[in-house]
C-alpha cells in the first residue's frame, strides 16, 4: 500500500523463536493496538500481584508474632526441658521438682 510519498511502509519484528515482517499502515496500527492492550492486561496483573503480595505479607507477620506469643507462654517449660536434659535419665524423675523450682 503506497504512502503519500508514493512508497510502501514496511516494518519486521525479531525475535529468537523467528521473525515477522509486515507491509502496510493498518498492520502497523494493528499491531500497536494489540501491544497496547497487552501492556495493559500486563500492567493490571503486576496491580494485582502487588494487592495480593501485601495482604499475604499482613497476614504471614500476624502469623509469625503468633507464634512468637505462644512460644512466649512455653519459655517455663523449655527451661524446665533443659534442665531434665542436663541431669541423667534414671533421676529425671527425682530432680523434676527442683528444675521447675529453678525454671521460675
Not at 529468537?16 to 500486563?42: D, Q, T, Y
Not at 501485601?54 to 533443659?82: C, D, F
Request: hydrophobic fraction near 40%; charged fraction near 25%.
Amino acid at each position: 500500500m503506497p504512502d503519500e510519498n508514493g512508497e510502501t511502509s514496511k516494518a519486521g519484528i525479531t525475535t529468537p523463536l523467528g521473525s515477522l515482517s509486515f507491509s502496510g499502515k493498518r498492520m502497523a496500527e494493528f499491531i500497536s493496538v494489540i501491544l497496547l492492550c497487552l501492556f495493559g492486561v500486563m500492567t493490571y496483573a503486576f496491580w494485582e500481584h502487588n494487592k495480593d503480595t501485601s495482604v499475604i505479607g499482613k497476614e504471614l507477620a500476624g502469623a509469625i508474632k503468633e507464634l512468637a506469643a505462644s512460644n512466649l507462654l512455653t519459655v517455663k517449660e523449655q527451661r524446665v526441658m533443659n534442665c531434665l536434659l542436663t541431669i541423667d535419665q534414671k533421676d529425671r524423675q527425682n530432680q523434676l521438682s527442683n528444675c521447675e523450682r529453678i525454671a521460675k
